[in-house]
């Protein structure tokens, strides 16, 4: 029940965010293009390939935090994704998607006393919401958000 209750918090927000931002493009309405560019997201960031994680952020997130500092912030995350992934929901409102899924994710063991990367705690299920833009052609992610689930 909260859950549902959250969801529906999270759908009147990216409807308000939607009705604020007039609509200038073609939106594709397709759910699963925005799950496909979800998914992409997340592989780049399980690869630690963070070049291209950064190169899937929106304009915005992109202007306030610079390719370098992002990947630093995302090397020194203490968590990652796992192997699991389940998609429970997007929902799309004008240039913005809502995806929610259960992400399974590692933990490492943090050791201030070494600079290499620790092995991972077992793997944890979380839910996580998030929100994607449509710009330039593609949907798009906020960078702030994928470096704050990698510091969980």
Known sequence: MRRMALT?????????????????????????????????????????QYWRLYAMGSKESQARLAEKEFVEQMERGSSAPGIGLEILDVRIAGSHALIVARLQMEYRFVSPHTRNRPPFAAPTDQTIQVMLVYQEGAWRINLHQFVGMASY
């Open 8 to 48: 529906g918090a999270f759908v009147a927000l990216v409807s308000s965010v939607a009705a604020a931002y007039p609509q200038t493009q073609d939106v594709p309405q397709d759910p699963a293009v925005a799950e496909r560019a979800f998914r992409n997201a997340i592989d780049a960031w399980a690869y630690n």
